[in-house]
């Protein structure tokens, strides 16, 4: 990510946006495969709250901007060594059926969302690509560098920013 605090491996097929969300610390993807992912960083002291208070407090944001939304039970993780909560969520935006994978990562810092979606029809296969890009997330030791002030809460960019995702993809 942008900011050092945390590193992903990157499928070859995926490459930088600058499209997805204005606040990410990475936005990547491959349009003609309809794979997303972002990641938003919250510093820790400027939220108060658990890792699993932060999951579900990110993912209601965008259960909020869905029609017909749901989510799945909570899903509690270890990548490499970081505690993580995981939903699935899906839903209806501007018409079109979105898929989303939301994982909450704690790093030492940081609570960090990594979202990803894409649309239910490629679900099965995009869901393990993004598995694939999880299961790769390591924390830098040390770390002093300082993500940008992010606030977690504001889904009508991300909701905007869906929309324009399913547009450039139909």
């Given at each position: 990510t942008s900011d050092g605090l945390l590193t992903l491996n990157l499928p070859s097929h995926w490459s930088p946006r600058t499209d997805l969300h204005e606040k990410a610390t990475l936005q990547t993807g491959n349009p003609f495969r309809e794979e997303y992912l972002i990641v938003l960083p919250d510093?820790?002291?400027?939220?108060?709250?658990?890792l699993q208070e932060?999951?579900?407090?990110?993912?209601?944001g965008i259960l909020s901007n869905l029609q017909g939304g749901h989510r799945?039970?909570?899903?509690?993780?270890?990548?490499?060594?970081?505690?993580a909560v995981q939903y699935e969520l899906t839903g209806t935006v501007?018409?079109?059926?979105?898929?989303?994978?939301h994982t909450a990562i704690e790093t030492p810092s940081a609570y960090q969302?990594?979202?990803?979606?894409?649309?239910?029809?490629?679900?099965?296969?995009?869901?393990?690509?993004?598995?694939?890009?999880?299961?790769?997330?390591?924390?830098?030791?040390?770390n002093s560098g300082k993500p940008a002030a992010v606030k977690a809460y504001d889904w009508n960019s991300q909701n905007q920013v869906a929309q324009r995702v399913v547009k450039e993809v139909a």
């Open positions: 510093l820790k002291t400027e939220f108060a709250g658990t932060h999951a579900q407090l990110t993912s209601d799945s039970a909570a899903r509690r993780l270890q990548l490499n060594g970081l505690n501007d018409r079109n059926k979105i898929a989303y994978l969302q990594i979202i990803a979606w894409t649309l239910p029809k490629r679900k099965q296969k995009a869901f393990e690509v993004f598995a694939g890009v999880l299961n790769s997330a390591t924390a830098e030791a040390g």
